[in-house]
C-alpha cells in the first residue's frame, strides 16, 4: 500500500480520530478529531476559531493522532500519522461539507458557519498496525517530503546464529536461513525479547 491508501483508509474506514497537540505549558492535550478528506497533498479536518485546540494549532503548527477499525483488539487495524499542519481557510468548507453531510446537523445555517476553518496535514509519517493477520503486519510510511525514519530491532553482523532469540519472539519473525538471525520487520512487534536475550547484543534498537 502507498501513503496515499493509509490516509484514504484513516477517511473512509476510521474516520474520527484521537489528535494529540501541546499545550502553552508543553503539556499534551487529546480530543477526537473527524479527519475529512484525503488527497495527494494529505489530510483535511475543521474546526472553530474561538476553540482552545485552534489556538494549540496555530501555536504549535504540529499533530498526532491515531485511529482504529475493528470491532475488538484481535480485529482491529490501526494507523498513526504525526506531522506538520497549516491553516488553508474556508475556501474548502463547502467541499467538506458536501463530503460529510452530518456537520450540516452541526452547523446548520451559514451564519453559524462562519468561525470555522480548515487545517491541511501536509507534511508527515506514519504507522500502520493490523492485528487481525498472523503474523501482524505492519508498515510505515510518510508523505509531502516528510523523511520515513527506520524503527523497531536490526540484527548486526555480530550474529553468532545461537537461535536463543527464536523461542522469545511472540510473532514468530526471525528468520535463520542464512545460519544467522534476520527480523521479517513487517511482521514484528517491537517487544525488545530479541535484543534482551542475545548474548551478544547483536540485536539494536534503529
Known sequence: MTAKDYLEYIIEQIHSTVVATVDED??????????????????????????SFYKRLKDKGFIALSGKNGEDTMSCVAV???????????????FLFEKNPYMFEIYPTEDSRKALTVFQLYEGSGEWFDLSKKPIERDSF?????????????????????????????????????????????????????????????????
Open 26 to 51: 508543553g503539556l499534551p492535550v487529546t480530543c477526537v478529531i473527524d479527519m475529512m478528506y484525503d488527497d495527494e497533498n494529505g489530510l483535511y479536518f475543521l474546526t472553530a476559531r474561538g476553540k
Open 142 to 206: 510518510s508523505f509531502g517530503g516528510a523523511e520515513n525514519k527506520a524503527s523497531g530491532y536490526f540484527v548486526t553482523e555480530t550474529c553468532i546464529g545461537c537461535g536463543a532469540c527464536l523461542n522469545d519472539c511472540p510473532q514468530s519473525c526471525i528468520d535463520m536461513t542464512d545460519g544467522k538471525a534476520v527480523i521479517r520487520e513487517q511482521n514484528c512487534l517491537y517487544c525488545g525479547n530479541c535484543a534482551a536475550i542475545c548474548p551478544v547484543g547483536a540485536v539494536i534498537v534503529r
Open 80 to 94: 498513526s500519522v504525526r506531522g506538520k499542519v497549516k491553516e488553508i481557510g474556508s475556501d474548502m468548507l463547502d
